[in-house]
């Protein structure tokens, strides 16, 4: 089993739909999670940190299961600028970070 | 504000040649790192180094070598490049302190013929 298992997609959607992805980790022992965005093969960029109360920053919105040991990331009002891959990360101790795969988001007019 | 500065973007070798990727940062942070992604794969640690003078093995260290110059420099070192080892590298930094994310250079796109 993967440490970090993410569907890969790709999900395909209209423009102002609402998407949501999934992220499943291994290590009950995690300390802390984020999403990153990356854009065709560039530098993953920070999306947001995700917190055991759930956080919201604008259109999108991440929470943490750790019973279930799944994070989401909820995309409200797609837009075309949204399409990238979205990578889903743990920190497992001692900023030793586990990326997924990845899922590939494409937002269409 | 530069952040994490990588060097070279791009580079073609032949299959045994050796090479080094640079990689800096001007954050003051004591942990850094040096991934490699690959088609349909997520990053994969290669080493790793948590402060000046001391560096670790990651996921896939095999045919690597790095050295954690200073504080600043982090570099990675193919001793003999084998076609496998095509791929995107990323450096990476991250500051002390719990739950605090990675900041990336932009990556360097290594071709191995």
């Known amino acids: 089993r993967k440490e970090v298992e993410q569907d890969p997609g790709p999900f395909n959607v209209p423009e102002g739909a609402t998407v949501a992805f999934n992220c499943t980790y291994s290590n009950s022992a995690s300390q802390s999670f984020f999403w990153y965005r990356q854009d065709c093969r560039k530098e993953p960029k920070l999306l947001m940190s995700v917190y055991s109360s759930g956080n919201e920053d604008g259109r999108f919105t991440a929470q943490l299961n750790r019973a279930s040991q799944y994070i989401s990331l909820l995309i409200r009002d797609s837009k075309l600028s949204d399409s990238a891959t979205y990578l889903c990360?743990?920190?497992?101790?001692?900023?030793?970070?586990?990326f997924g795969a990845g899922t590939i988001l494409r937002v269409k007019s | 504000n530069a952040g994490v500065t990588q060097t070279p973007k791009f580079q073609v070798l032949k299959t045994g040649q050796s090479m080094t990727l640079q990689c800096a940062q001007d954050m003051n942070h004591n942990s850094m790192y040096w991934y490699r992604q690959d088609p349909g794969m997520g990053l994969r640690l290669i080493y790793y180094?948590?402060?000046?003078?001391?560096?670790d093995k990651g996921e896939v260290p095999n045919g690597y070598n790095v050295s954690r110059l200073n504080k600043r420099e982090f570099s990675l070192r193919l001793e003999s490049a084998a076609p496998s080892q095509t791929s995107v590298y990323f450096c990476?930094?991250?500051?002390?302190?719990?739950?605090?994310?990675?900041?990336f250079g932009d990556g360097t796109r290594l071709s191995i013929l």
């Open positions: 180094s948590a402060s000046e003078g001391t560096t």
């Open positions: 990476a930094s991250i500051p002390d302190g719990d739950g605090q994310p990675q900041h």
């Open positions: 990360v743990v920190n497992e101790y001692g900023n030793k970070l586990v």
